[in-house]
């Protein structure tokens, strides 16, 4: 039957048949990747996406995005973008929102992703159905609510739009907002500042709260590794070598030259860490040490209590604040899917390979996955893996049948035995060589099946 798909301009009219396709659910970074390789495999979908473009997260218009005016990448661009999809010369080393954007849209253009896609479109729930395939109900652009019959569904909503928001002893009576909710650095004027939280978007708002509010503390609960953006004048993340060092050789070669450009943060007061090096994601900044270095920001540990516009804090120090800005993180958020259909086990689902569930092929979840560098491409590579996958079940592809045993016999998620710690947003953190070395092991040996 024919469908109405809405792009960036007028609509356009393709055949398709959903009882035989999948629905891809997001077109951001992961979304648009899926959409393009799905082409490439011959594989029907129909795209749905709450914002009227694409982007996600770096869609700082869309109706869920967590966007703020000043964000940049913390990874550099010849290590973030798509391998088959440079970003431009004249594009950033570290590429702003709005450029990001911009790029998305081009590779949208480019790979013709637009058609493929209903926008303004809110998926309001799926569920499977006895006799096979999927139920997916969804709401379009007029508040109209229609139901379709898919072969299965891809989810690939993102990660970072579910505020984590912890709870704390006490009432605190100035203005208390998650990051999730800060979009403009005049947020701050007048105001003095307390940051819970310094992951690398706490880090970040809290050089913005130094420069535009009365005065800046932030509070941690633990110690970080601090990375600069720049090593020898060019990006950081783009010194490593060719070869792999072992893990502990690349610890002490690695922490030698974060003394050097670093120093010792704990001489500002940061706290020091109690896990070793890579066992979390470092902060990128070259900024926030600055600051502490010039005493412009106060490191507070832990909270203890908040009393009226006070927050007590468990050294027993307090101080007095007018607005409290928590950047504690966010948690996954799967709101159309039943969790018993996507096997959770503790803070995320436990995945082959982040993305397939060990007795299902009809459902997937995309982008799931964390490492340090792992950027777009790695992303790439898995949506290129399960394209391949779907369309290898289809056509008897015997690497399909061995990856549909591998999974369902069990596996570990591929930490390459990296202890991280225990922390929700860790809970589905890769070690990337480890993780694209299986994932394009995989995509060979698809490859291969199907001369």
């Not at 003095?192 to 939280?197: M, P, S």
């Not at 950027?375 to 369309?391: D, K, L, N, T, V």
Request: aromatic share 12%; net charge negative.
């Amino acid at each position: 039957m024919e469908q109405v798909q809405f792009g960036a301009g007028q609509p356009v009219k393709v055949k398709a048949r959903p009882e035989d396709s999948f629905a891809l659910i997001g077109a951001g970074p992961m979304g648009l990747a899926m959409a393009k390789t799905l082409i490439e495999q011959g594989v029907p979908f129909q795209g749905f996406e709450l914002a009227d473009d694409v982007g996600g997260l770096w869609n700082i218009d869309a109706p869920r995005s967590t966007m703020y005016e000043t964000a940049h990448l913390i990874s550099s661009k010849r290590m973030t973008e798509f391998a088959d999809f440079p970003m431009l010369e004249e594009t950033a080393e570290y590429p702003s929102h709005r450029e990001l954007k911009t790029y998305f849209q081009d590779f949208a253009t480019a790979f013709d992703l637009y058609q493929h896609f209903h926008f303004g479109a809110e998926v309001l729930s799926t569920k499977p159905l006895d006799k096979g395939g999927w139920e997916v109900r969804w709401r379009d652009k007029s508040g109209t609510e229609q139901t379709q019959k898919f072969a299965g569904v891809l989810i690939a909503n993102g990660t970072l739009s579910e505020p984590n928001l912890p709870e704390f002893e006490g009432t605190f009576t100035g203005e208390f907002i998650h990051a999730s909710q800060y979009r403009y650095p005049t947020q701050f004027a007048g105001k003095r500042v307390l940051v819970i939280g310094a992951g690398n978007s706490g880090c970040d708002i809290a050089v913005d709260a130094i420069h535009h509010g009365v005065s800046c503390d932030i509070s941690m609960r633990r110690g970080y590794y601090f990375v600069p953006k720049y090593v020898f004048g060019k990006p950081a993340d783009t010194m490593g070598g060719k070869i792999r060092l072992p893990m502990w050789l690349k610890r002490k070669v690695d922490g030698a030259i974060l003394k050097w450009f670093v120093g010792n943060p704990q001489k500002y007061g940061f706290p020091k860490p109690d896990y070793e090096l890579y066992e979390s994601h470092p902060i990128v900044n070259s900024l926030i040490l600055f600051h502490a270095g010039h005493g412009d920001l106060k490191v507070r540990p832990d909270i203890a209590r908040f009393d009226s516009k006070t927050v007590h804090f468990r050294d027993g120090s307090s101080a007095e604040y007018d607005m409290i800005l928590a950047a504690t993180g966010y948690k996954l958020h799967y709101p159309f899917i039943d969790n018993s259909l996507l096997n959770w086990t503790g803070d995320a689902p436990h995945l082959y390979l982040n993305c397939m569930h060990p007795e299902r092929d009809d459902v997937f979840v995309l982008g799931m996955v964390e490492a340090s560098g792992l950027g777009w491409q790695g992303r790439h590579e898995q949506a290129e893996m399960i394209a391949r996958y779907i369309s290898g079940l289809r056509s008897g592809n015997t690497a399909a049948e061995a990856i549909r045993a591998t999974k369902a016999e069990g596996f570990e998620r591929a930490t390459g035995g990296m202890n991280y710690i225990d922390l929700p947003r860790m809970a589905y953190y890769v070690d990337k060589a480890t993780y694209r070395r299986e994932v394009t092991g995989q995509i060979a040996a698809l490859r291969a099946a199907e001369k």
